[in-house]
T-cell receptor, first 113, second 115 residues
């Protein structure tokens, strides 16, 4: 059974601090995605990582895909209040290119000014 | 706005009543997905369509739930005889459904509260 576990589940930090969110699985994924979701809204795709060991940067956000393609991390440098939200990792559910996704339970980030 | 549109955004209903949610995907997107999300959890896959064909239903989709996409454009998700455990946000998403265009775009969700 595919499962994505995120840690930590909750994170409350001060503006300017750095943080890392982890997404782990015992299953190999062909790709992993990271989404950000604000209260009352749908998830918005941030990045897709495809190659084991891949690192992608999006401004102050750095995403890494594990060498074995079983885990991923999201690192935020100098967090800002605008980074507050629910961060979700997701991977393809099942086989085939169906677009179905399995999500982690999410990490709720609160950045205090 | 050309994103995925869902309505109603919020619905409060009494236990036992039926509710229906509508989703209008991004124009020309062949695939349409329904997910359910409860507070503090990630979305869970419910079902998906390729054009008008419903290709897969999750075991989470009990027989009280039915989804349709009659003309391959908009979709409806109906919940019959609602229960308190149905309270959640129901998310619709769509994608082109091609190897080069399989990015999933989510709507803003429809919140259901069953009282």
């Amino acid at each position: 059974t595919q499962l994505l576990e995120q840690s930590p589940q909750f994170l409350s930090i001060q503006e300017g601090e750095n943080l890392t969110v982890y997404c782990n699985s015992s299953s190999v994924f062909s790709s992993l995605q990271w989404y950000r979701q604000e209260p009352g809204e749908g998830p918005v795709l941030l990045v897709t990582v495809v190659t084991g060991g891949e690192v992608k940067k999006l401004k102050r956000l750095t995403f890494q895909f594990g060498d074995a393609r079983k885990d991923s991390s999201l690192h935020i440098t100098a967090a800002q209040p605008g980074d507050t939200g629910l961060y979700l990792c997701a991977g393809p559910l099942g086989s085939g290119n169906t677009g179905k996704l399995i999500f982690g339970q999410g990490t709720t980030l609160q950045v205090k000014p | 706005d050309t994103g995925v549109s869902q309505n109603p955004r919020h619905k409060i209903t009494k236990r036992g009543q039926n509710v229906t949610f509508r989703c209008d995907p991004i124009s020309e997107h062949n695939r349409l997905y329904w997910y359910r999300q409860t507070l503090g959890q990630g979305p869970e896959f419910l079902t998906y369509f390729q054009n008008e064909a419903q290709l897969e239903k999750s075991r989470l989709l009990s027989d009280r739930f039915s989804a349709e996409r009659p003309k391959g454009s908009f979709s409806t998700l109906e919940i019959q005889r609602t229960e308190q455990g149905d309270s959640a946000m129901y998310l619709c998403a769509s994608s082109l459904g091609t190897d080069s265009g399989n990015t999933i775009y989510f709507g803003e969700g429809s919140w259901l509260t069953v009282v």
